[in-house]
Structures are given as structure tokens and as C-alpha cells.
T-cell receptor
Framework: NAGVTQTPKFRILKIGQSMTLQCTQDMNHNYMYWYRQDPGMGLKLIYYSVGAGITDKGEVPNGYNVSRSTTEDFPLRLELAAPSQTSVYFC???????????FGQGTRLTVV | QKEVEQNSGPLSVPEGAIASLNCTYSDRGSQSFFWYRQYSGKSPELIMFIYSNGDKEDGRFTAQLNKASQYVSLLIRDSQPSDSATYLCAVLGSGTYKYIFGTGTRLKVLA
């Protein structure tokens, strides 16, 4: 089973560029999340979705956008990349509210 | 701002000892509590979850929850060098779908 798959694993962006971080899960989970993790820090929630067509902001949504057109996919869009967005990004999914969240392997993003 | 707080460590324990990791949370209505382990450069993986007051045991791991004190802990018995990692506490708050994470406690098990 693939679980939660993120692409790419690594990326270097120049300031002002845009990109989409891909996340897909094959567990038929309704709930999906995007977190960022800065060095030595915990996970900060960027956006989350409780089902196809439904998204909402987390703690640190500025500079990001999401969409959820299917149950499986939850891409994260970075517009006008800034050095402050240098981080490791994790996508996660869970079956129901209060159940375990499964994480993808992460995307290490550097903005220079 | 609903918060989850952990001591960043590092917490160093000798091999075979009990490691005790602690977490406090600010949202009194929180309902679900999770402990994740994260090795350096890897993604978090679930160790334990607990929903009710008291203790829950799974192998060498015991999670303890005290909702009145807003406190959750993780005990690791017979600690092994392979347990060396960062342990993240996560809380699902009341009336929300958001898992809020602490900054994590770095555990070092010395051989």
C-alpha cells in the first residue's frame, strides 16, 4: 500500500517563483492536512480539508493556496515564493475526526 | 491561541531505563491525544493514542492522560538506542478538525 505520497521530495525555488506540492492518498481518507516544519520546531498547520470541495485555513495559511477536487488529491500551491517559506512540508490524511493521521515522506523546500 | 507545550530536551537516559515525556495543552475541551515519533529527516509515525483519562499500555509504551490537569505523558520502558528520536505530542481540540502539535522532545538513549 502506498499510503500518502508526496512529490517532489526536494526542490529549490528562486524568490518570486511559484510551485505546487503534490499529495495523494490511496486510503480513501476524508480528512487531509498540510503542515510545515521548521528546524527544531513542531508541525504548523497550513490548510486542511474535510472532504472533496471543502478546505479551510490552519495556523499559517498566508502565502499558500489549496484545492480538493477529489478525495485522493490535496495539492498545495505556493505563489511568489519567499525565503520564509523554506521548510519541510508534510501532507497527512486521516479516516475520521480524532483518528490517527498518516504522514507522507515530506518535501524539503528551499527558497533562495 | 490553543497551544500544546513540550520540553524540547534533549532528554538523555541510559539504555534499559524508563524515559518519561510530558506534554501540556491549553484547550480544556480537547478530546484526542497522540504521540508521534520522528527520526531525523523522516516523517512522524504514530506511537500511541489515548482518548480517556488514565493509562493505556502498548508493549514498552504507556500513555497517561489527566484531563483535569490538562496533561498527557508517554513512558518508554526498557529504553533502547533505537528509541532515540524526537517525540511529538498532538492534540485534537474541541469542535475542530485540527491536530495541534507541540514542538517535540528530543530523546537520547545512551548505550
Amino acid at each position: 500500500n502506498a499510503g500518502v505520497t508526496q512529490t517532489p521530495k526536494f526542490r529549490i525555488l528562486k524568490i518570486g517563483q511559484s510551485m505546487t506540492l503534490q499529495c495523494t492518498q490511496d486510503m480513501n481518507h476524508n480528512y487531509m492536512y498540510w503542515y510545515r516544519q521548521d528546524p527544531g520546531m513542531g508541525l504548523k498547520l497550513i490548510y486542511y480539508s474535510v472532504g472533496a470541495g471543502i478546505t479551510d485555513k490552519g495556523e499559517v495559511p498566508n502565502g499558500y493556496n489549496v484545492s480538493r477536487s477529489t478525495t485522493e488529491d490535496f495539492p498545495l500551491r505556493l505563489e511568489l515564493a519567499a525565503p520564509s517559506q523554506t521548510s519541510v512540508y508534510f501532507c497527512a490524511s486521516s479516516y475520521a475526526r480524532g483518528s490517527e493521521a498518516f504522514f507522507g515522506q515530506g518535501t524539503r523546500l528551499t527558497v533562495v | 491561541q490553543k497551544e500544546v507545550e513540550q520540553n524540547s530536551g534533549p532528554l538523555s537516559v541510559p539504555e534499559g531505563a524508563i524515559a518519561s515525556l510530558n506534554c501540556t495543552y491549553s484547550d480544556r475541551g480537547s478530546q484526542s491525544f497522540f504521540w508521534y515519533r520522528q527520526y531525523s529527516g523522516k516523517s512522524p509515525e504514530l506511537i500511541m493514542f489515548i482518548y480517556s483519562n488514565g493509562d493505556k499500555e502498548d508493549g514498552r509504551f504507556t500513555a497517561q492522560l489527566n484531563k483535569a490537569s490538562q496533561y498527557v505523558s508517554l513512558l518508554i520502558r526498557d529504553s533502547q538506542p533505537s528509541d532515540s528520536a524526537t517525540y511529538l505530542c498532538a492534540v485534537l481540540g474541541s469542535g475542530t478538525y485540527k491536530y495541534i502539535f507541540g514542538t517535540g522532545t528530543r530523546l537520547k538513549v545512551l548505550a
